[in-house]
DNA sequence: GCCGTTTTCGGCCCGACTGTTTTCAGTCG
């Protein structure tokens, strides 16, 4: 029998429950965030510059469009144009497959918001390491100039025109300027715009200012709990990314309903926590936290709520399209509900159910809000059953104290049995990396009687004996194969030698999902979020052999590693790869990391079948091959 | 520059807040 540990949702929000994101859930329980790529933004200040020879990866194509895009800009060129290039780099940026696999298919112009004039620029750009276009558009601004536009309320325009009519080359000029009252002379701008310029150039050209969605949880609970407190609210949730689980967010959005908006829009701009006032209106205001975070609020009136769920939700390009496809039927949609064209005549929308009904589409999961696919599906109502929590039976990927987890193996199995789990394997981590703790060979025999003697003890749950087994350099694993064919669940991972070629590193793995003790592979990327990257490695031939060998590739719940991120996942089920949702648990606490992984899961249209903990025990122990007890 | 369940040309989401504006442009979400 299976019971989900998770809360169960609250229906109208009135109160701020402990867990804010059930709040951002919807009726299915789960939740679940944008990929593992690199922020846009993030990488255009940084002039990118590819050495010779260098494999140039999706990131790179993405930042040169989206440079090339700012460059345009700048230059006022049309802003379709521009739309179109940002539009291309959001495009590439998030694509599951290596671009240079796709170019090398000829299948440029298929990716959606690449046309014949960008795929010949890509390919250019793939071929000889540099795009002759954007060499000349650089040619035209001094590079100080592109900066510029990192300045938060410094557009195309304003950028321009310092630059031109000032001479302004450089963040530090635009400081200058704005100090010594040559920006605020300029025609058409005071004062304020002057001062609004040097408070905001310690924002400037912040090289990574998202942050992971459980790094953001906190404070967000914090500042609910506090408007919740202080202001007359009838109705508060979170929207934007937090809502949609993205894996980091570039903000905290959070929408309300009240008698009173103005005295709430009070209250929140004079928060404790406040360090900055961005904006304040009746219906938007925006803030600066103390530790640097912006929080967006939006408030409609009741009637309204549903759609505003709607639009702030996003994501943009989920917006765009649904508007664009509305339109083309007469509708025009915005946050206060559904306009009639024709006629004028509007419709308010207090559900946002109805809000997705009234377009005659089926209701879209807040994780599928990404511009992806999901509005077409919608209309043919062939979205998919996403995975929730309630689905997980099990947890495969978990430590205890034998290595470098907090506590004994029974406080594990007490914590799994208390979320409602019927199994779980103990995969502590092999000796030989020097990671704290590691077990050596002598050591996880031991460990295995052990966990056979509490399995054998246990009712109505199954303990499994199982290993993180590191890979090594060569894609040869930390246990000889004797060791792992006495384990119930091998899990093989990279913690060393990051900085290997892609070949070497895709060779490594593998050889190690080859390897036909290994059931699963977990953290594939090794990325951690905010500080390192993933390895390079060619994810595409990782997929084809791991759906050949029926080797499990893992969605690693932990929140600064979501490793498969979401891109990477659906296109791991897309070649038939199984998946497995863990949480690599070090403590009972991390157990509750699971709802990240299944957002993740969810973020990939994956359903339970595509998740190997999903099966009850009965259904598992034949795919795993463990003991009979 | 991209794109097509009435289109291969003519459209391209829509609104809030700010500042300097006499009627709106710029920036952002
Ligand atoms: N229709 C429309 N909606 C937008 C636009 N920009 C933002 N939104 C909506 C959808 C977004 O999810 C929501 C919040 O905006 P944010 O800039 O905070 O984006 P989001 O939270 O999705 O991502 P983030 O993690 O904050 O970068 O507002 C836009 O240009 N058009
Ligand atoms: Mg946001
Ligand atoms: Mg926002
Ligand atoms: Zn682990």
Redesign the pocket.
Known sequence: MLKSARRTKPRNIIAVTPCVLTCSQDSRDAPAGVGSRRPITAIFHNRISIPQGAHVNNADVAATLSEVAALLDLKNE?G??V???Y??ARAVDGLAEEIRDVAARGSL?N?????????ERIDELLQTGSMKYLESLRSEFPSGVRDL?G?????????RRVYQELGVESVEQLREASEDGRL?AL??????????VLRNLSRANKRESRISLGKALPVVEELMQALENKAPLRQLTTA?SLRRWAPTIG?I?LMATSVDPDRV?EVFVSLPQVSQ??????????ILTDNGL?V?LRIVPDESFGALLQH?TGS?DH??EL??Y?????L?????GI?E?ETGQRRTFDDEHAFYEALEMAYIEPELRQGAGEI?AARARSLPDLVTTRDIRGDLHAHSEWSDGSVPIESMVEAARARGYEYMAITDHSGGIGLAGGLNPERLLEQIGYIRRLDASLEGFRLLSGSEVDIKRDGSLDFPDELLAQLDWVIASVHSGFTQTREQMTDRIIRAIENPHVDAIAHPTGRLIGRREPYEVDLERVFETAARTGTALEINSFPDRLDLVDTHARRARELGVMLVVNTDAHSPLHLDNIIYGIAMARRAWVEPEGVLNTLPFSELRAQISCVER
Do not use: W
Request: hydrophobic share 35%; net charge positive; glycine share 12%.
């Open positions: 049309s379709f144009k739309r179109a290039y539009n291309a112009k990716i959606k918001g690449v046309g014949s004039s960008t795929a536009l300045v938060p309320g410094v557009g195309p325009s304003l950028a605020a025609s058409g701008l005071g004062e304020k715009t002057a001062q609004n934007g903000d959005d829009m006032v961005l904006a304040h209106g009746s219906t938007k205001s925006a912006q967006d702030f943009k917006n765009i508007r664009e509305s339109l083309h039927r007469g025009s949609l915005n946050e206060y306009a064209v077409a």
